[in-house]
């Protein structure tokens, strides 16, 4: 993300390329970009630009033209325009041909040359903005490279700002305090003073003066002392005589300005001298957390008491906010498919363990329902019913001769004896 020294350098950029070009027509936008539209035409104009901490502004000045009838015609703007730039998480300049003009070019400007080359603000993830007529943001501080006594009184005197009770890590990103300061100057600022990035801002910067008396002097690198001791005595035991924090919020953007074009080249895109200066950010052996806003931080050392106790992977954190923001209609989607996942598997188990007794339970009372209806309707002679009974009076009649036989037999003998 670009940060203070980038947007400084792309100011120094734009000044250094358009020196001396006339800029012609309208300025366009592409249809895809949601800023708004820049409202400027002109016959002939330049462009200068400035840098303010995390902004820049490119200022469109009308050149004076003898020719009152164009101005007439095409409703020329004869008044400058200021156009102030927040470059997001990728936003650039850069002044090439028409032909070359690169693919996610949002705002263009045109030169009155043959042939034609064209100034555009390139943003390929479009968090980037602009605003026609736009003015510094009141809600950031002053810069810290080019107001330097005014960003370390606006600090100093809202010491008692309650922003102050958060670890130092995460209020050099506010740029209410620190307009400029971002990612990887925080881990440079702070591992150069071995500072622990997870300790009271207000514990570091309370010792400060409004006044920086020794400006020109080097700051002292003095470690931390103490880490066994718990809660607000651990936040405490920062040496006040640490080198002093401001200042390095002043000098160390500014080597990254010295660096040149090795710091910012979008022509050429060489890093290779901005990646020999880091220190600590992204650095082989260094050690890495994620803060309370998720924002990686880069330290060594012990990472200081205010650090979050249970530190998450980025995907587990992106889950976390997931929840957080109470989407229900996925959620209850999911649910309720693992619901009835688990309902029917708990039916399945029920009528398994349960089929077998049903089963025992069932007959007897499907034969008290057949006998009840067999009860009530009337009795109707089927083939079967009468083979049955045919079958049972034969038992009869065959049972009753033998009993018959067996008498007589006992009277004849009876007799005989007699």
């Known amino acids: 993300m670009p940060e203070g020294p980038e ?23 592409s249809e895809v970009s949601k800023s708004p539209i820049v409202p400027f035409t002109c016959e002939a104009y330049r462009i200068t630009a400035t840098s303010r901490g995390k902004e820049v502004k490119l200022t469109l000045t009308p050149m004076k033209s003898d020719d009152t009838k164009k101005r007439v015609k095409a409703v020329q703007a004869d008044q400058p325009m200021d156009i102030v730039f927040r470059f997001g998480m990728s936003g650039y ?51 810290i490279m080019f ?8 600090v100093v005197l809202s010491l008692s700002d309650r922003a102050f009770d958060r670890p130092i890590c995460e209020v050099l990103l506010n740029q209410k305090y620190f307009n400029g300061i971002g990612n ?61 924090l401001l200042r390095l919020c002043h000098t160390v953007p500014l080597e990254v300005v010295n660096l040149g ?16 200066w880091l220190q600590c950010y992204c650095v082989d052996g260094m050690k890495s957390l994620r803060d309370h806003n998720g924002r990686t931080m880069w330290f060594k050392g012990e ?25 229900y209609t996925q959620k ?3 649910r309720s498919r693992s619901e009835s996942t688990s309902k029917k598997k708990g039916v399945k188990k029920e009528t398994k363990t349960r089929t077998p007794k049903e089963g025992k339970d069932s007959r007897p009372k499907e034969a008290g329902a057949k006998r009840r209806k067999a009860e009530k309707s009337p009795k109707v002679n089927t083939p079967q019913h009468e083979k049955r009974s045919t079958a049972r009076r034969r038992k009869s009649s065959s049972v009753e001769p033998t009993a018959g036989t067996q008498r007589r037999s006992g009277r004849l003998t009876r007799q005989s004896s007699k």
């Open 7 to 29: 947007l400084h350098l792309a100011s120094l950029y734009i000044n250094k390329l358009c020196a001396g070009v006339v800029f012609t027509g309208a300025v366009r936008k």
């Open 93 to 143: 300049f850069r002044f090439t041909s028409e032909d070359e003009l690169p693919k996610h070019a949002h705002l263009r400007f045109y030169s009155k040359e043959t042939p034609c080359r064209v100034l555009s603000f390139v943003d390929t993830r479009r968090f980037g903005s602009w605003q026609p007529n736009g003015m510094w943001q009141p809600d950031r501080g002053p810069c």
């Open 147 to 154: 107001e330097y006594d005014s960003f370390r009184k606006n």
């Open 184 to 244: 990887y100057l925080r881990a440079e600022i702070l591992f150069r003073l071995n500072i622990p990035p997870f300790v009271a801002a207000r514990t570091v910067l309370e010792g400060l003066d409004s006044e920086d008396l020794y400006e020109n002097e080097k700051p002292v690198k003095n470690e931390i002392t103490g880490t066994k001791t718990s809660g607000r005595a651990k936040q405490k035991q920062v040496n006040k005589e640490t080198g002093d």
């Open 261 to 276: 074009g090795k710091g910012y080249d979008p022509q050429k895109q060489d890093y290779s001298g901005f990646q020999a």
């Open 303 to 327: 990472p200081g008491p205010m650090a979050p106790k249970e530190p998450k992977s980025p995907k587990a954190k992106k889950r976390a906010k997931k929840e957080d923001d109470h989407d």
């Open 332 to 334: 209850k989607k999911a």
